[in-house]
Nanobody
Framework: QVQLVESGGGLVQAGGSLRLSCTAS?????????TAWFRQAPGKEREFVAT????????VYADSVKGRFTISIDKSKNMVYLQMNSLKPEDTAVYSC??????????????????WGQGTQVTVSS
């Protein structure tokens, strides 16, 4: 059973940076998987942020974070990272890690992931 645990959230001022981490476990390798970050702000629907394929490294970003956020993986540690720069108050949300095997490209930015973490809070003050 795949398990995902996020860490790295916190309070930061606008313009600052944070790096979120997602520890993936339950498999010796995540080859063939896609792992993504989603976020949900109070009173709003869950929103796609970024995703990466472990095989090939294809990445997809939401328009709202392009040029500011970078998703990456460390295959040796089964870790997924989200480097967030130039943070804005509207980035405030609970950020969750998600994973699924065998996703086609058109699915990558949708919530059709099988495994989800509990989330970590990111708060950006103005």
């Amino acid at each position: 059973q795949v398990q995902l645990v996020e860490s790295g959230g916190g309070l930061v001022q606008a313009g600052g940076s944070l790096r979120l981490s997602c520890t993936a476990s339950g498999r010796s390798t995540f080859s063939g998987f896609a792992t993504a970050w989603f976020r949900q702000a109070p009173g709003k629907e869950r929103e796609f942020v970024a995703t990466i394929r472990w095989s090939g490294g294809t990445t997809v970003y939401a328009d709202s974070v392009k040029g500011r956020f970078t998703i990456s993986i460390d295959k040796s540690k089964n870790m997924v990272y989200l480097q967030m720069n130039s943070l804005k108050p509207e980035d405030t949300a609970v950020y969750s890690c998600a994973a699924k095997a065998g996703m086609i490209y058109s699915e990558l930015s949708t919530p059709r992931y099988d495994y989800w973490g509990q989330g970590t809070q990111v708060t950006v003050s103005s």
